[in-house]
């Protein structure tokens, strides 16, 4: 069962997207986006569902690209990893500069803004 987080140890680097500091995967891929967007509820559930033991960044990154982007088409609505991560760092950035004028309503949609 630790092994089960042991992806969520990953991080990616904060200046993916001009995010400041370190974002972790879970950060960036919460329950609710990959279950609209994946076979998965979790990004920990993705990153264990493919075939690469996952116990950290480092090991994160050595999944070969093309394999890992095999993974993300078949088990996604995105063709590749860039395209499913740029579509996250949107979403996490859209919905963390979303203004919530009434006092912070819950779940605000990034497209509604402007």
């Known amino acids: 069962m630790r092994e089960e987080h042991s992806a969520l140890d990953a991080t ?3 200046e993916i997207g001009g995010l400041g500091g370190d974002v972790t995967l879970d950060d960036l891929f919460g329950d ?3 279950a ?13 569902s493919c075939s690469h033991e996952v116990e950290g960044q480092e090991s994160f990154e050595s999944i070969p690209e093309r394999e890992w982007d095999d ?4 088990h996604s609505e995105f063709d590749d990893w860039r395209s499913m991560l ?3 760092v949107e ?3 859209g919905v963390a500069q979303t203004p919530t004028p009434e006092g912070g309503a ?3 949609s990034a497209e509604a803004s402007e």
Do not use: C, K
């Open 12 to 14: 990616v680097s904060g």
């Open 71 to 74: 993974h993300v088409a078949a």
């Open 32 to 34: 609710d986006w990959m």
């Open 106 to 108: 819950e779940g605000p």
């Open 91 to 93: 979403s996490y950035v």
């Open 86 to 88: 740029s579509a996250a």
């Open 36 to 48: 609209a967007h994946t076979d998965s509820e979790s990004i920990a559930g993705f990153i264990e």
